[in-house]
């Protein structure tokens, strides 16, 4: 079987034109990590870039081939990608793939697999409808056209990876066909745990980017409340905020004031190999959005057996549902939650045993990309 995976290359969002290995996010690159151990399966990853890269790997894996797709910037958002479809279409002709897959509606990759000339499948990552709507979009900024684009896409596909319960109820009404495929986790998050001795005090881990969506300034509020109330627990936030708008700047001016009373610190993202010995040195991780597709620091930090607190929507419930040490909260019940994270600290913060295990057997990259075959041959096999 010949698939072509469309993702973001994104030395393209992050400006990074000068790194020559090609990076892309955590769900794609897990799944990728998965079809690796699959050698009679011939795999094609595309992607494009606003500028031409010198120099990209041929290969990413013994059976994964590498592509990479020059597009001028004319051929981007402000003509719905036309310039990225065309190159996509291209490309695709020459490799004559039994399949096409769309990863994500972000931005072109959704495009230029219902374009592609062959069968193809979506993944959803993020509902960017149900996000520009969640954030109030105005008429023709970057959120409310990926809305229209995402819409314009998912009937025009063979069929849409859900990566959740949520964002299946949010497809299927657009969709001819869904099924419920979790992300995978990537690879070094199973590697084993290191024993060692619990930080004191107890470290409470948030990661993801600083905005009203992911409210780390609510956290930050609670942080205050339960220092106040003499627990001895840290808020450690992971998380890029260069202060770009009001709700940043707000976030700032509260951790000046956390990090010198000592309850709270925030440092910038860092690559896979630096976060999993930060998650192995917290306790617990806390994830409280208000609008969750899926939630993968949750899945990951329940593979490292930490202690877990969220909020009990999206795919954050699917993801918890039946785990050791995950307790989830009604998204607005702020009081139940610091409560809950007193009582734990106040237990000694103990972690789970067998979290790691249980988000093994169900998002390991092999156990995802084994289902993804499944799905394909279906969507094959229904077109003879």
């Known amino acids: 079987m010949r698939i072509v995976q469309i993702t973001t290359d994104n030395r393209e969002p992050f400006r990074q034109y000068d790194r020559t290995v090609p990076w892309f996010g955590a769900a794609p690159e897990a799944l990728l990590e998965g079809f690796a151990a699959f050698p009679e399966v011939e795999v094609h990853v595309l992607g494009c870039t606003q500028k031409p890269m010198r120099a990209s790997p041929e290969k990413l894996a013994p059976n994964i081939w590498f592509h990479s797709l020059h597009v001028p910037k004319l051929g981007w958002m402000r003509t719905a990608y036309q310039g990225c479809v065309r190159a996509v279409r291209r490309r695709v002709q020459e490799l004559k793939p039994d399949l096409v897959h769309g990863q994500g509606t972000e931005r072109e990759c959704s495009l230029s697999a219902i374009f592609s000339g ?46 959740s319960a949520y964002t299946e109820s949010l497809v299927r009404p657009r969709a001819r066909r869904t099924w419920r495929v ?179 057997d169900r998002y390991s990259p092999q156990v995802i990309a084994a289902r993804h075959l499944e799905i394909y041959r279906e969507v094959l096999s229904s077109r003879v």
């Open 118 to 163: 062959f069968p193809n499948v979506l993944t959803i990552h993020g509902n960017m409808a149900e996000l520009a709507r969640f954030n109030r979009d105005r008429p023709f900024t970057f959120g409310w056209l990926a809305a229209r684009l995402e819409n314009f896409a998912l009937p025009r596909s063979a069929g849409v990876f859900c990566n």
């Open 182 to 360: 979790a992300n995978p986790l990537r690879q070094p998050f199973f590697a084993p745990v290191p024993a060692g001795e619990r930080p004191t005090p107890a470290r409470l881990l948030n990661v993801g980017v600083v905005s009203p969506r992911k409210r780390q300034v609510e956290m930050l509020d609670l942080a205050a409340k339960l220092h106040a109330e003499g627990v001895p627990i840290v808020f450690d936030f992971v998380g890029a905020c260069p202060g770009a708008d009001a709700y940043q700047n707000v976030f700032l001016e509260k951790l000046a004031v956390a990090e010198r009373a000592g309850f709270a610190c925030w440092s910038k993202p860092r690559p896979v190999e630096a976060l999993i010995p930060l998650f192995d040195q917290a306790t617990g991780v806390l994830h409280f959005p208000g609008e969750e597709a899926f939630g993968l620091v949750v899945g990951e930090a329940l593979a490292r057996n930490l202690k877990f607190f969220g909020a009990r929507l999206g795919g954050v419930q699917d993801i918890a549902d039946g785990v050791e040490g995950a307790e989830l909260f009604s998204a607005e019940d702020w009081e139940g939650l610091g409560r809950a994270i007193a009582a734990w600290v106040k237990a000694g913060a103990p972690r789970p045993r067998q979290a790691a295990t249980t988000m093994a």
